[in-house]
């Protein structure tokens, strides 16, 4: 079988292949410890299954409109202008399966062969893929960690020409934890308005947030019409395997997302937008709770991985991540993670799976208990042991 030039270019996520391999190695008797898949390891609330069973009941198995049923829009543009001091509409929403889609969507409705695209390295890898699978550009903007792994802004003014045509943000970042400040959204927003560029905004972990509130760059003025907000319900409602996320974008650019929603999925799952739409309206409880229980492991994991001879770790500000330094190891990423996997039973991703600039690091999901976290420390004090 012949295939499309374009599919060499589309990449993977590579928690998927490290979670297949550490499922084989637990299915073999070996004990393994799991830090690789960002979720956040919580139930979904119990009022948000309890909506989606009576919408099944109550026969909302069928299609729905391709842009979202109308009472969840109307329920996401309260949300997003509440919180986002914003004023947008159903009309600039478009619901999705999930988030991806709207990146997905976004990139392929806005930028052409040659275009380039700057986005942040390490980062989510389905940004670089995606930019490359349509034959755009991709020009990453390194994150570092003497910057607290946020963007520099005068480096992203000096990485703008003439072809940019979109800036990537993701805030709180996977994989390292970092939140771009208000000025750091600012000196962003004032390149792209002087610019004429657009920008994508990630932010499904803005509620996963340990100190402040989250800012969005839509909320700056002459932002809202040149935005891409990505937002959904998988982190915030531990919802990964539901499917439901959306796009809040210009009126018009929705129309454009809305065309290509018709030609690859049809619409978004009936039952699932009614549970999407209680979440968005009922208690909030359930979700500070789990964020208290985050920010606790977050602190075990840092003092632990501090603790460990020749690992550094910072303090991540949000998401659920932190993203250790191992360069006074001697060894790669690569060779951390599958030692790390093969030798003590703990599966981590290397740093180089969120990018080249990745090289030296690695990334801990702490979705996982306080007693497997501080287990896992020591397995990794006494492994280093054999490298140093």
């Not at 004429?196 to 019409?225: A, C, Q, R």
């Not at 964020?291 to 994991?301: F, G, H, T, W």
């Amino acid at each position: 079988m012949k295939f499309s030039e374009c599919m060499s270019r589309l990449g993977t996520e590579t928690a998927f292949k490290v979670l297949a391999k550490a499922k084989a190695l637990e299915q073999s008797g070996k004990e393994i410890i799991h830090f690789e898949i960002g979720e956040t390891g919580f139930d979904t609330p119990k009022h948000i299954c309890e909506a989606a069973k009576s919408a099944i009941d109550d026969g909302y198995t069928h299609y729905e409109p391709a842009n979202g049923i109308l009472p969840l829009r109307e329920a996401i543009a309260e949300d997003v202008n509440r919180r986002r001091r914003v004023n947008v509409s159903a009309d600039n929403v478009v619901v999705t399966p999930g988030a991806k889609p709207i990146m997905f969507f976004g990139i392929i409705a806005c930028c052409e062969n040659d275009d380039e695209v700057i986005y942040q390295n390490p980062g989510f890898p389905i940004y670089e893929s995606v930019i490359r699978f349509i034959g755009a550009k991709p020009i990453p903007i390194p994150l570092r960690e003497e910057n607290e792994f946020r963007m520099d802004i005068d480096e992203l003014k000096s990485l703008i020409t003439e072809k940019t045509r979109m800036i990537i943000i993701n805030s709180p970042h996977n994989p390292t934890g970092s939140v771009l400040t208000e000025e750091d959204l600012k000196g962003i927003s004032e390149i792209a308005i002087n610019n004429d560029i657009i920008v994508m905004s990630d932010e499904v972990y803005k509620d996963i947030l340990f100190e402040g509130e989250h800012i969005s760059i839509m909320s700056f003025n002459g932002m809202t019409e040149r935005t891409i907000l990505i937002d959904g319900f998988s982190k915030t409602f531990s919802m990964t395997g539901w499917r439901l996320g959306y796009g809040v974008i210009p009126e018009e650019l929705a129309h454009h997302i809305t065309k290509l929603m018709v030609n690859s999925n049809s619409c978004t799952t009936s039952f699932t937008q009614r549970a999407g739409t209680a979440a968005l309206e009922g208690p909030m409880g359930e979700v500070d709770d789990m964020v208290s229980k985050l920010k606790e492991r977050r602190n075990a994991i840092v003092k632990g991985l501090n603790s460990v001879d020749g690992i550094t770790c910072l303090n991540p500000k949000g998401a659920f991540y932190v993203f250790p330094s191992i360069k006074n190891l001697g060894i790669t990423s690569d060779e951390f993670e599958n030692f790390l996997l093969d030798k003590v039973g703990i599966a981590a991703l290397a740093g180089t799976s969120f990018g080249a600039y990745g090289e030296g690091y690695l990334r801990f999901a702490y979705c996982n208990s306080i007693e497997n976290i501080n287990k896992a420390v020591e397995k990794i004090k006494n492994a280093v042991k054999e490298i140093k």
